[in-house]
């Protein structure tokens, strides 16, 4: 199954006192830098979703504007999902700075046996650190259209595989990866 590497970059930073947090600098690196180096060493092709292209064209990489603006994750996701080349999108936020390539890689190893690929950390889904595969979009968008915003939402339509904490925690420690 191919897999195309998805950006979240949609956020208002409300948080951040509008300044985005992907653009800060750790460690010498932009956030977002460091997110498009540990996708672009596992993934073929990577897209960025945001509104705000400008701010990311540094990056040289392809950017879509989101199809349902202010519909939250879930309108990101729904709008990487449907831009990507492949069969599948892993999607991730872009102020994630500690993105575990060995978590990414488990996470997509898991492709094809699903619809959705998701780690699960106590009752919390990652719902920006996880696959969907291009069955989910009709689903997705009906959601959307009904305005009705919890990532989770349309999950009893599909297939869901659940990535343990334990897994997870082989790999990294899940509350600082995710």
């Known amino acids: 199954m191919t ?11 409300t948080r951040m006192g509008g300044e985005p947090k992907a653009l800060m600098e750790l460690g010498g690196k932009r956030i977002i ?6 996708l672009g060493s596992l993934l073929p092709d990577l ?16 950017m879509v504007p989101d199809v349902f603006p202010d519909h939250g994750s879930l309108g990101g996701i729904y709008t990487g999902l ?18 575990k390539p060995e978590v990414v890689r488990l996470v997509v190893s898991r ?14 889904y990652e719902t ?3 696959l969907y595969a291009k069955a989910c979009l009709p689903h997705m968008e ?15 339509q599909v297939k869901v595989l ?13 509350h600082v990866c995710f």
């Open 128 to 130: 920006l650190h996880a």
């Open 82 to 99: 449907k831009a990507t080349k492949g069969e599948a999108a892993f999607t991730v936020a872009c102020d994630m700075p500690f993105l």
């Open 3 to 13: 897999v195309t590497g998805v950006i979240q970059a949609g956020g208002k930073s």
């Open 142 to 156: 009906a959601a959307l259209q009904a305005k009705r915003l919890k990532v989770i939402g349309f999950f009893p």
């Open 111 to 124: 492709a094809g046996e699903a619809d959705v690929v998701i780690p699960r950390v106590g009752d919390q």
């Open 33 to 38: 830098e460091r997110i498009v180096e540990v």
């Open 47 to 62: 897209l960025i979703v945001t509104n705000t292209p400008d701010l990311y064209a540094f990056l040289g990489l392809p």
């Open 162 to 174: 659940e990535i343990p904490e334990a897994d997870v925690a082989r790999l990294a420690d899940p």
